[in-house]
């Protein structure tokens, strides 16, 4: 008869637990990944938005693949453990490998949304495989793998990588961003900063709540559920709640702070400041007390808003996602708090004061950054010299979509079914010669006054109007007769007053607006009956409207028949 479930091998029964536990918590971090994605795409322009999807999708690709074959070695020579090849070990030791790798694969991330905008994607690239390969393993072998980093007897302690994952990739992101150079026309000859904001505050919203819940798995994750065959229930509720509770008052800190120095909640703040809470608390939610989530968050969130401006006017470097005041001085903060925020019953296990606790949090903050900063700077560095950094000028003003992946994000602009051929089939019947005619009405009406529209002339009715109009206009000009119409995205200013804006806090001012331009060719329709089309459905009473315009066409030949004059059109 085969064994029951209760007959089995305790120890294998809490072994199959706990690594079931792990792979749903590694699910989780890889999960992240999509959350990044969402998030530094919203905080770029629209003409590099592909170009940031694209580096985080290399990321995970190229990076999980070089800390198996090369990473996981390094880590274990590092950390004194020899040369052992990671495809030589036991498949189930695999399954922690993976655990390490959606690790070092968020570290590796990180620094995509510091160089955004102009470095070379073969240069990104190429620093993603020296970090999986060499930067972070060599940080993990002398923290996690090897513990060789302490002071008198105690250990350097960070829980889930508040500052060996987040704090890392931070530091390499600034240090990245400061060889590589701000991004163009982000500072002028005074030194003063021009205000770049990103392209979709939506798309950032969702990326910080997606990385909210996959940070679960790290911090949650990184607890077992059984240890020494009991249930570690009160590890796994300290650390949920303090993952939380620091979640929660980064964003407010930064909210709040944000608030003081703009008399605006900024909403970008808010997003970051909620992952400045969770990447300060990581270090240490296993040994924070519940008041202690609340100081590491607060403090976290409100250090986001001092800090990004202490990078962006005094260090003038282009920090373009603000990845060090999100991940890097959070993490060093919450890491350097233990001490702090520690409950008793962590420092009853601990051989030291408090005072040794924070010494040897800090040379763990010192030799981490301390490496980080010369490894990265090294090879980026070397980039620059080989001028293989970043893209030229022309590239980057053109977008790193087109110059880099030969993509456009948004081929199309306006609502879904914004069509420039004048609207659905069912509108208007099309001619075989490419013209659309509504169905009530024909080339050959006869006109009242016994003469021709237009006087026999082409007229174009070019028009700019509010984009949000141009649905109700497609439908006028169809009712009108005049379906056909080249509808273009434009930007310009008129009568409409400049608008205010805010990202992180600073005001910039709109005073280009935009419309669509909508130009149509008539022959056989008066101008000013589409012109009154055009009108009746753009106006909405408010400055910005928009203006029509009436210009004669000398000729027009149409390219399928070669038809000349009225007739092509």
């Not at 880590?75 to 030791?93: D, K, S």
């Not at 990845?323 to 001085?329: A, D, R, Y």
Request: with cysteine; glycine share 12%; hydrophobic share 45%.
């Amino acid at each position: 008869m085969e064994p029951t479930l209760l007959q089995a091998d305790a120890e294998m029964l809490i072994e199959a637990i706990n690594y079931t536990w792990i792979l749903v918590a590694t699910f989780l971090i890889f999960f992240m990944h999509a959350g990044f994605a969402m998030l530094e795409a919203g905080q770029v322009r629209s003409k590099n938005v592909a170009n940031q999807l694209t580096k985080n999708l290399l990321t995970w690709s190229v990076g999980v693949t070089v800390f198996f074959l090369i990473g996981s070695t390094v880590e274990g020579l590092v950390a004194g453990n020899g040369l052992a090849f990671q495809y030589n070990a036991e498949a189930v030791n695999w399954m922690d490998w993976l655990y390490g790798a959606v690790f070092a694969m968020t570290a590796a991330t990180i620094v995509s949304g510091a160089v955004a905008g102009r470095a070379k994607l073969r240069a990104y690239v190429t620093y993603t495989f020296l970090l999986a390969a060499v930067i972070y393993p060599v940080v993990t072998g002398l923290t996690w793998a090897g513990e060789l980093l302490s002071y008198n007897g105690v250990l350097f302690d960070d829980f889930a990588g508040g500052m060996i994952v987040h704090g890392m990739g931070g530091i390499a992101g600034l240090t990245a961003a400061w060889i590589l150079g701000p991004r163009m026309d982000r500072y002028n000859s005074d030194g003063s900063a021009n205000v770049i904001p990103g392209h979709s505050l939506t798309f950032a919203a969702l990326g910080t709540l997606i990385l909210a819940f996959g940070w679960y798995g790290f911090n949650v994750g990184t607890s077992a559920i059984i240890g020494e065959g009991a249930f570690l229930g009160d590890q796994l509720g300290r650390v949920a709640l303090t993952t939380t509770v620091s979640m929660a008052c980064g964003a407010m800190g930064a909210g709040l702070v944000a608030w003081l120095k703009t008399g605006k909640v900024d909403t970008l703040y808010v997003a970051n400041g909620l992952l400045a809470g969770l990447a300060a608390i990581t270090a240490i939610p296993h040994a924070s007390s519940w008041w202690g989530a609340f100081l590491v968050g607060g403090l976290a969130g409100a250090q986001l808003p001092i800090v990004f401006d202490i990078v962006e006017n005094y260090l003038q470097i282009d920090d373009v996602c603000a990845v060090f005041p999100v991940h890097g001085s959070a993490g060093v903060l919450g890491t350097l708090l233990l001490p702090v925020v520690a409950t008793p019953e962590y420092m009853s296990g601990v051989s030291g004061s408090r005072v040794d606790v924070f010494i040897a949090q800090l040379i763990g903050v010192v030799v981490i950054a301390g490496w980080t900063i010369a490894a990265t700077g090294l090879i980026w560095f070397a980039f620059k010299l080989a001028g293989q950094a970043r893209v030229t000028p022309e590239h980057e003003r053109e977008g790193l979509d087109v110059s880099e992946h030969g993509v456009d994000t948004y081929p199309e602009f306006g609502e879904p079914e914004v069509a420039t051929d004048g609207g659905n089939s069912d509108e208007a019947l099309r001619t075989d010669g490419g013209e659309r005619l509504d169905a009530s009405r024909s080339s050959s009406a006869v006109r009242s006054d016994g003469g021709d529209p237009n006087a026999g002339e082409i007229k174009m009715v070019t028009a700019i109007v509010r984009p949000d109009r141009l649905g109700q206009i497609k439908q006028s000009l169809a009712e009108a007769g005049a379906p056909s119409l080249t509808v273009t995205n434009v930007s310009g200013r008129g009568s409409q007053p400049a608008k205010k804006g805010q990202w992180r806090g600073e005001e910039y001012t709109v005073d280009l607006h935009q419309k669509v331009k909508i130009e149509c060719v008539v022959a056989d329709i008066p101008a000013q009956e589409v012109v009154d089309a055009i009108r009746d459905a753009a106006e909405t009473g408010e400055p910005g409207d928009g203006k029509i315009f009436v210009l004669p066409v000398e000729g027009a030949t149409q390219v399928r028949t070669g038809k000349t004059g009225p007739d092509a059109v």
